[in-house]
Nanobody, 115 residues
Framework: QVQLVESGGGLVQPGGSLRLSCTAS????????MGWYRQAPGHQRELVAR???????IVYSTSAIGRFTISRDAPATIHLQMDNLKPEDTAVYYC?????????WGQGTQVTVSS
């Protein structure tokens, strides 16, 4: 059974940083491209960053470029380092395969950027 568990969210002031982590179980993590996604209230879920199975090819959304860094660690964890956070980054953040598998979404981790 696939399980994705996100952690590391919280409340942070504008300009602050957070490091999100996602641990996967139930499938051969190291053969899949993975991504971080987010969903803000009233908006569709969107891709923030993706990393290939070897950690070599990385793609960021326009809003993430220069502020977020995605990485992956053996055996089955990916991270999202988020710096210079802005109020518009407020959302629930999820990890999943890239492209995502509908049945694999976890609970996500809430990130709130507010003064």
């Amino acid at each position: 059974q696939v399980q994705l568990v996100e952690s590391g969210g919280g409340l942070v002031q504008p300009g602050g940083s957070l490091r999100l982590s996602c641990t996967a179980s139930g499938y051969p993590f190291n053969i899949y491209d993975m991504g971080w996604y987010r969903q803000a209230p009233g908006h569709q879920r969107e891709l923030v960053a993706r990393i290939d199975n070897r950690g070599r090819n990385i793609v960021y959304s326009t809003s993430a470029i220069g502020r977020f860094t995605i990485s992956r660690d053996a055996p089955a964890t990916i991270h999202l380092q988020m710096d210079n956070l802005k109020p518009e980054d407020t959302a629930v953040y999820y990890c999943n395969r890239a492209p995502p598998m509908h049945d694999d979404w976890g609970q996500g981790t809430q990130v709130t950027v507010s003064s």
